[in-house]
Nanobody
Framework: QVMLTESGGGSVEVGSSLRLACSAS????????IGWFRQSPGKEREGVAA??????????YLADSVKGRFSISLDKGKSTMYLQMDSLKPEDTAMYYC???????????????????WGQGTQVTVSS
């Protein structure tokens, strides 16, 4: 069983930056999908950013609402993936979850059902 642990959330002002980190308990970030998802109260969970662990297989997915502001990256040596969030807006307020899988398919990483390992979530609150 792989455990994912998120960190880096917090309360910030509009226009600030945060970097979320997601460390894995095992070396699972290989030939897999990695992704970040978020959920606001009363809304369904949505995809924010996702990609295959080997970037030359497939494109990086970014939700339209975060393009140009968020980026996803991976440090295999540390078994940690990141979500860099810049120019934060109040509508970015949500619980953020990282996820991965042991059967990822390039091109399908943006789909939530591809993932079977999820972190516990970290809260991001952006105030104006």
């Amino acid at each position: 069983q792989v455990m994912l642990t998120e960190s880096g959330g917090g309360s910030v002002e509009v226009g600030s930056s945060l970097r979320l980190a997601c460390s894995a308990s095992a070396e699972i970030y290989k030939e897999n999908c990695i992704g970040w998802f978020r959920q606001s109260p009363g809304k369904e969970r949505e995809g924010v950013a996702a990609r295959y662990t080997e970037p030359f297989f497939g494109e990086t997915y970014l939700a339209d609402s975060v393009k140009g502001r968020f980026s996803i990256s991976l440090d295999k040596g540390k078994s940690t993936m990141y979500l860099q969030m810049d120019s934060l807006k109040p509508e970015d307020t949500a619980m953020y979850y990282c996820a991965t899988t042991n059967h990822g398919i390039p091109g399908l990483c943006r789909l939530q059902y591809e993932y079977n390992y999820w972190g516990q979530g970290t809260q991001v609150t952006v105030s104006s």
